[in-house]
């Protein structure tokens, strides 16, 4: 499986993006995906996950109210809207893929594929 993100830039503070994540070279029912993120000198984060029909989705508390998860299953691709980005959002955002449905414990550290990285710098 490869998972090819794209999206990033950089945007002044209060300025949205849109992420996007392709999913290709793999048989992809069942198949969740999430968004992680690093900023420099910290540990990568959960973001937010969305399951594989799209049912299910969950956001980070700090990004709830201002981003949003979404997929488009017949494109095998996930996209994550970011407004009201703020310097704190400046950071490499990972997409990643799993038949696993972890939820909001997904972590880090969990069996997944990944993509690799976009980066979001946020300017005030």
């Known amino acids: 499986v490869q998972l090819q993100a794209s999206g990033g830039g950089l945007v002044q503070v209060g300025g949205s993006l849109r992420l996007s994540c392709a999913a290709s070279?793999?048989?992809?029912?069942?198949?969740?995906m999430g968004w992680f993120r690093q900023a420099p000198g910290k540990e990568r984060e959960f973001v937010a996950a969305?399951?594989?029909?799209?049912?299910?989705?969950y956001l980070s508390n700090s990004v709830k109210g201002r981003f949003t998860i979404s997929r488009e299953i017949a494109k095998n691709t996930v996209y994550l809207q970011m407004n009201g980005l703020k310097p704190e959002d400046t950071a490499v955002y990972y997409c990643?893929?799993?038949?696993?449905?972890?939820?909001?414990?997904?972590?880090?550290?969990?069996?997944?594929?990944w993509g690799q990285g976009t980066q979001v710098t946020v300017s005030s």
């Open positions: 990643a893929g799993s038949t696993f449905w972890y939820g909001p414990s997904w972590s880090p550290n969990r069996p997944a594929d």
């Open positions: 070279g793999g048989t992809f029912s069942g198949y969740n």
């Open positions: 969305i399951s594989w029909g799209g049912n299910s989705a």
